[in-house]
């Protein structure tokens, strides 16, 4: 049996969950071939308290071999059961990232497995298309820009103000840590349908995945966030998987793909996304309306759908461990001009200190909740809202319950001098 001799791309996870390679001319020369590996478990995440996971060779014949790159076996083992490599880590005392390459050749094919134990917290921000200017970054792992769309066709890939997003990539030089991940779809009906439409025919999904990956090698960025909002019916769970299993395996291991999710319902198959995706963007906001919080960390009288707390256990208990959420926060608040009203709108928390003095309106505190809200003269709650004490104590909340890190919506709504995003970056220290 012929081998082919590979070199081992040892994964740099640097400061975050994930690293990526290049997009730029060689990144067809990186790309993994799936054709006799479990694709699903091309990466493999592991707990610091040490266990033990496996994947299958799918390869017609028995005959292969499997190797760990150079220092990896410091702190992991493997074993064979038929056709089943079966990966073990040991408990992880010092809570550092460790990162392999497990190397399997078979009929003269390579193909990767990546381990990494433990993680680097994140904190993501959700850029929106029409900013003036540009991001303060320095703070960030993540930017998410907002918006790419799926075409009119269903079957190719459309991005809102590409020469924003261009600037936004090119940030990348001066901080080469930041992943910039281009969030396609958005809460419009629009987008919702074009994803129905794209994720129901199979020659659909193959072009819009070809569409994404040439924009990703001309323009140089991290990933694509899925933020369809969101699936309805068995049947468009299903044709979502199928995307995002096509999807990971046309970009092999290293390209990040997330998904948002809303915080108060689970509408996506996460048991079976486990095996495709990096992370989830869980968004803690818009769960309700005065008198009701819209983003509570703990139920208390003024919660009514949903806390954060109950949303976040809920993506676990639907199959999404906890090293693989974000927890979203608004930067904004959502406010009733009418009590009893079903109308609300969007006051950034940059324009709250207005807000309060139009409404001759004072901030309020719910101690079990954890959250601010704002009430009127009268002491009607008016306004549900973030401000730097409650993400603070979402912050520790993360750190305590070992989620992955924290995102917001959006960073226009901040305040000039980011009173927010560096309450979120202090807080996951």
């Known amino acids: 049996m012929k081998l082919?001799?590979?070199?081992?791309?040892?994964?740099?996870?640097?400061?975050?969950?994930?690293?990526?390679?290049?997009?730029?001319?060689?990144?067809?020369?990186?790309?993994?071939?799936?054709?006799?590996?479990?694709?699903?478990?091309?990466?493999?995440?592991?707990?610091?308290?040490?266990?033990?996971?496996?994947?299958?060779?799918?390869?017609?014949?028995?005959?292969?071999?499997?190797?760990?790159?150079?220092?990896?076996?410091?702190?992991?083992?493997?074993?064979?059961?038929?056709?089943?490599?079966?990966?073990?880590?040991?408990?992880?005392?010092s809570n550092e990232v460790r990162t392999g390459v497990i190397t399997i050749q078979s009929e003269g094919k390579t193909s990767q497995v990546k381990i990494q134990q433990g993680f680097t917290r994140i904190l993501a921000g959700y850029v929106y298309q029409s900013y003036e200017g540009l991001p303060d970054v320095s703070k960030l792992t993540h930017v998410n820009y907002a918006f790419g769309?799926?075409?009119?066709?269903?079957?190719?890939?459309?991005?809102?103000?590409?020469?924003?997003?261009?600037?936004?990539?090119?940030?990348?030089?001066?901080?080469?840590?930041?992943?910039?991940?281009?969030?396609?779809?958005?809460?419009?009906?629009?987008?919702?349908?074009?994803?129905?439409?794209?994720?129901?025919?199979?020659?659909?999904?193959?072009?819009?995945?070809?569409?994404?990956?040439?924009?990703?090698?001309?323009?140089?960025f991290d990933g694509f966030d899925m933020d369809w909002e969101t699936p309805t019916s068995q049947k468009e769970r299903e044709n979502f998987n199928a995307l995002m299993k096509e999807f990971r395996q046309a970009v092999g291991a290293d390209v990040l793909l997330t998904v948002a999710s809303p915080a108060h319902h689970i509408e996506f198959d996460f048991k079976t996304l486990d095996n495709y995706i990096d992370f989830v963007n869980v968004m803690g906001y818009d769960i309700d309306i005065p008198p009701y919080h819209q983003s509570g960390l703990y139920r208390s009288e003024m919660t009514n759908k949903c806390s954060i707390e109950e949303g976040m256990k809920a993506h676990m208990e639907s199959g999404m461990p906890a090293y693989k959420l974000v927890m979203g926060v608004p930067f904004y608040g959502l406010a009733i001009d009418q009590i009893g009203s079903k109308d609300y709108r969007f006051v950034d928390y940059r324009a709250m200190d207005q807000f309060k003095s139009e409404k001759n309106a004072t901030e309020a505190w719910d101690d079990k909740a954890c959250v601010p809200y704002i009430k009127d003269a009268q002491g009607n709650f008016i306004c549900t809202f973030d401000n730097t004490r409650s993400i603070g104590i979402k912050c520790q909340y993360i750190k305590d319950q070992k989620y992955l890190g924290m995102m917001f919506w959006h960073y226009d709504a901040d305040t000039e001098d980011g009173v927010l995003r560096n309450a979120a970056a202090e807080g996951l220290k």
Request: charged share 20%; proline share 1%.
């Open 4 to 93: 082919v001799k590979m070199n081992l791309f040892i994964a740099c996870f640097l400061s975050t969950i994930l690293s990526c390679f290049s997009c730029g001319e060689d990144y067809d020369s990186v790309m993994p071939d799936f054709s006799f590996l479990n694709v699903d478990k091309a990466k493999m995440y592991f707990d610091n308290e040490g266990e033990e996971k496996s994947f299958a060779v799918l390869s017609a014949s028995m005959d292969f071999s499997v190797s760990m790159s150079e220092g990896t076996n410091a702190w992991a083992s493997y074993r064979i059961d038929k056709k089943n490599v079966i990966v073990k880590v040991e408990k992880n005392l």
């Open 149 to 220: 769309h799926i075409n009119g066709s269903y079957n190719g890939l459309e991005i809102d103000n590409i020469e924003k997003f261009r600037q936004i990539i090119a940030m990348k030089k001066q901080y080469p840590n930041l992943k910039v991940i281009l969030s396609i779809g958005g809460a419009t009906q629009l987008d919702t349908n074009n994803f129905f439409h794209m994720t129901n025919e199979a020659s659909n999904r193959s072009a819009f995945i070809n569409s994404c990956i040439k924009a990703m090698k001309e323009y140089g």
